[in-house]
């Protein structure tokens, strides 16, 4: 059979892969400790499941409008004002199963063949791998560990250029755990309020962060008309099967364009896990507290861990779940050392280079996992690393 050739242009993610090879050394035998995948270790929110079994049990199990529930989209317009601080018209909101469909139709929407898109590196490798498929252009700027993994502002004022049509940023950030100061946010918006393009701003780990509130682009003045926040349940509410997302547009047009893709390719999301979105969204949030307070404490012990293996240098993650541990003083390259943890200590994790070129020398773990675990996996590191020394 052939295959089109746009899909040579689609990359995948690192962290299945691993996932499926570590699964066939489980299936071995091996005991492996998980720390390649993204997704929080917790239940969802009691009173959220609930929220979506009731909805089935009421029928909520038919097509739906594309855009979404209109009382999805004014719950989400109104947590949106009141966590960025803007005025949110429900009209501007766009409900998709998952967040990715935001990152992927929006792409779609707006970039022609040739257009450029200014992208973080390291960075979610869903970005670069769509921007390709829309025959567009990566524009890379790296991110810069001495800044908190925050874009060094000279690389990307000078990556601008009348092609300029995207820049994506994400903070908390994926994959490593950097959250961008506000005063870089600010200057960000400087360079680009009056260029013409648009800013994709992925805030998908939104409320995972353990400093300052992390600052949103679009609440600066001037740039909520040029700006999708793209946000959504599965990280802050331990919800990533339920596959429910959603988008903030700067324009009617978007909108459109949005609802459009949508008919052609989902119709619609289920209206079970909007309902259930509702309900994480206005009942209690202790579970999303209790569960960013649990992440912090495994951030600063792991962190603490890997700063005392011969070789790792780990800066301290502001947000999300993720360490991004620096392993050039061990000498190996990220892959070699990621699989060498993989095969012979039985940690996986993922190879910092799989996240851009800037990601060589990096390792990105996950600490969606147990204490435990995570301090188990330290040891198991620490052995690997001194027996190769």
Not at 335 to 348: I, P, S, T
């Amino acid at each position: 059979m052939r295959i089109a050739q746009r899909i040579g242009r689609l990359g995948v993610e690192s962290a299945f892969d691993v996932l499926v090879r570590a699964r066939a050394l489980e299936a071995r035998g091996r005991d492996i400790i998980h720390l390649e995948i993204g997704e929080p270790d917790f239940e969802t929110p009691a009173h959220v499941a609930e929220a979506g079994k009731r909805a089935i049990d009421e029928g909520a199990t038919h097509y739906g409008p594309p855009q979404g529930l209109p009382e999805t989209r004014e719950v989400v317009a109104e947590y949106i004002s009141s966590t960025r601080g803007v005025p949110i018209d429900p009209a501007r909101v766009c409900i998709t199963p998952g967040a990715k469909p935001i990152l992927y139709f929006t792409m779609l929407a707006l970039l022609e063949p040739g257009d450029e898109v200014i992208c973080p590196d390291p960075g979610f490798p869903i970005y670069e791998s769509v921007i390709r498929f829309c025959e567009a252009v990566p524009a890379p700027v790296p991110l810069v560990e001495q800044r908190g993994f925050s874009f060094d502002l000279d690389a990307l004022a000078g990556r601008l250029s009348p092609r300029t049509r995207l820049l994506i940023l994400n903070s908390p950030q994926n994959p490593t755990g950097g959250v961008i100061p506000a005063a870089d946010i600010r200057a960000i918006a400087e360079l680009v309020r009056d260029r013409d393009l648009v800013v994709l701003a992925d805030e998908i780990y939104s409320r995972i962060y353990y400093g300052e509130r992390p600052e949103s682009i679009a609440s600066i003045p001037g740039m909520l008309d040029k700006t999708v926040i793209l946000d959504g349940m599965s990280k802050t509410y331990a919800m990533t099967g339920w596959r429910l997302g959603y988008g903030v547009m700067p324009t009617a047009e978007l909108v459109t364009a949005v609802n459009k893709l949508m008919v052609n390719s989902n119709s619609c999301t289920a209206g079970f896990t909007q309902k259930a979105g509702i309900a994480a969204l206005r009942g209690p949030q202790e579970a999303v507290d209790g569960m960013v307070a649990e992440f912090r404490r495994r951030r600063d012990a792991f962190v603490a861990g890997l700063n005392s293996i011969p070789g790792f240098r780990c800066p301290i993650p502001e947000g999300a779940f993720y360490a991004f541990p620096n392993i050039e003083g061990t000498g190996r390259t990220s892959k070699d050392l990621a699989d060498a943890l993989l095969n012979e200590a039985g940690v996986a994790c993922l190879n910092g280079a799989g996240f851009g070129p800037h990601g060589e020398g990096y390792l990105r773990f996950s600490i969606a996992n147990s204490l435990e675990n995570l301090l188990n996996a330290v040891e198991r590191i620490r052995a690997y690393v001194t027996r190769g020394a």
